[in-house]
Every structure is written in structure tokens, then in C-alpha cells.
């Protein structure tokens, strides 16, 4: 399977608690990007990445998110003390810089906050 | 104000009947466009790109109308495998090419 990956798929965590997912992108995709998807929404952009430089961060993203890549190849999305809105799929996505718009997805993590 | 708008629906389409709806955008700047697919609780998937004036693969069309900021997406003859989520996205222009703005969707379900 050569496409984008995701780690875990589902993930139950209390309040409080520290959460970790992974991505693996498409191996020839320098841009890797992390949404959140909340039921009946369209996803949020979070953070994107060019090789290992994280170069936008939304002006929403709490203190408590922070995103690495730091060979340039998997991503992981931490989130510290965790809060039941949190709770979400979170995607992640990449593509060619060249065609940097067109994006492919994984299947997402979803995270439940009790 | 939401950047990019879309009727939530749902649309209640018969098979084999065509279907349009549209998405509003607010930043005039913006100069692609494109429409996504999300299947219930799956990952949204590229559907069309809109670069120019409009777009057509096969039973889709995806027009835009720059003047009154819009874009549509036409589904002809619409199939039963067609039921989905249809997402509009505008880059975000104004503060770098690389944020895509995402409406929340329109469900569309297609009845045999």
C-alpha cells in the first residue's frame, strides 16, 4: 500500500492524558499536512510541513498541539492534557510541491476524550 | 464570517436525475478551486480541480463564476455510489498558498 498511513486508527484517552498519532505519507511527497474533522464539518487546518521545516501553524492551535517531522518523512501530532474537545478525527494529508493542492489522505486517527 | 460556504443539505436526489449545488467564497484573490468526496467515515478524496472557468470529468462539472464568487458542481445521471459528502476548497491566499479553506460540506444521497 503506497499510500498515506495513520497510527493509530482509534485511540480512547481520559482528560488529562498525553496522545501521540503518527503519519507515514506518500514516500515522494515533501509536503505533509495535520487537520482536525469534527462530525458535519469540514476538516480545520492545524500544521503543515515542507521536508522537516513546519511552515504554517493555524493561529487556533492551542498551546497544547505541537507537530514534528523531523527526517522529513513521518509525522507525529502530540497532544498534551488532553480535554473532551478534543475529541475529533484528525487527518493527515500530502502531496507534491509542485502540485501542492491536490492532497491525499489518510484514513485518520480518532480520538475520543472521556 | 465563514470563508467558504456550502448548503449542508441533505439533497435527496432520485437515481438517474442530475443534481447542482454551489459554494460561496470570500476572498476574491483566490484562483483554484476544488471539490472533494468524503465518504461517511472515510478520508476525503480529490474529486475535481478548477483552475479556469470550469472543469468536466465525465458526468461532472465543476463551473466557476468569478464575478459573483461562486463555484458549482453539476452530477449527471447521478448513481447510487455517487451518496457522499461533496466539500468545497479555496486556498487561502492572503496569508500563504499552502492553507486549504474547507466548507463544511453538502450531503448528497442518491435514492433508487
Known amino acids: 500500500d503506497t499510500g498515506v498511513s495513520q497510527d493509530p486508527r482509534h485511540k480512547i484517552t481520559k482528560r488529562g492524558q498525553n496522545v501521540t498519532f503518527r503519519c507515514d505519507p506518500i514516500?515522494?511527497?515533501?509536503?505533509l499536512y495535520w487537520y482536525r474533522q469534527t462530525l458535519g464539518q469540514g476538516p480545520e487546518f492545524l500544521t503543515y510541513?515542507?521536508?522537516?521545516?513546519?511552515?504554517?501553524k493555524s493561529r487556533l492551535l492551542s498551546d497544547r498541539f505541537s507537530a514534528e517531522r523531523p527526517k522529513g518523512s513521518f509525522s507525529t501530532l502530540e497532544i498534551q492534557r488532553t480535554e473532551q474537545g478534543d475529541s475529533a478525527m484528525y487527518l493527515c494529508?500530502?502531496?507534491?510541491?509542485?502540485?501542492?493542492?491536490?492532497?491525499?489522505f489518510g484514513p485518520g486517527t480518532r480520538l475520543t476524550v472521556l | 464570517r465563514k470563508e467558504v460556504e456550502q448548503d449542508p443539505g441533505p439533497f435527496n436526489v432520485p437515481e438517474g436525475a442530475t443534481v447542482a449545488f454551489n459554494c460561496t467564497y470570500s476572498?476574491?484573490?483566490?484562483?483554484?478551486f476544488f471539490w472533494y468526496r468524503q465518504d461517511c467515515r472515510k478520508e476525503p478524496k480529490l474529486l475535481m480541480s478548477?483552475?479556469?472557468?470550469?472543469n468536466e470529468d465525465g458526468r461532472f462539472t465543476a463551473q466557476l463564476n468569478r464575478a459573483s464568487q461562486y463555484i458549482s458542481l453539476l452530477i449527471r445521471d447521478s448513481k447510487l455510489s455517487d451518496s457522499a459528502t461533496y466539500l468545497c476548497?479555496?486556498?487561502?491566499?492572503?496569508?500563504?498558498?499552502?492553507?486549504?479553506?474547507w466548507g463544511a460540506g453538502t450531503k448528497l444521497i442518491i435514492k433508487p
Open positions: 494529508a500530502s502531496s507534491f510541491s509542485e502540485r501542492d493542492n491536490e492532497q491525499f
Open positions: 476572498n476574491s484573490a483566490s484562483q483554484s
Open positions: 478548477v483552475y479556469s472557468s470550469g
Open positions: 510541513f515542507q521536508n522537516e521545516a513546519q511552515l504554517e
Open positions: 514516500s515522494e511527497h515533501n509536503r
Open positions: 476548497v479555496v486556498p487561502d491566499v492572503l496569508d500563504s498558498n499552502y492553507q486549504l479553506i
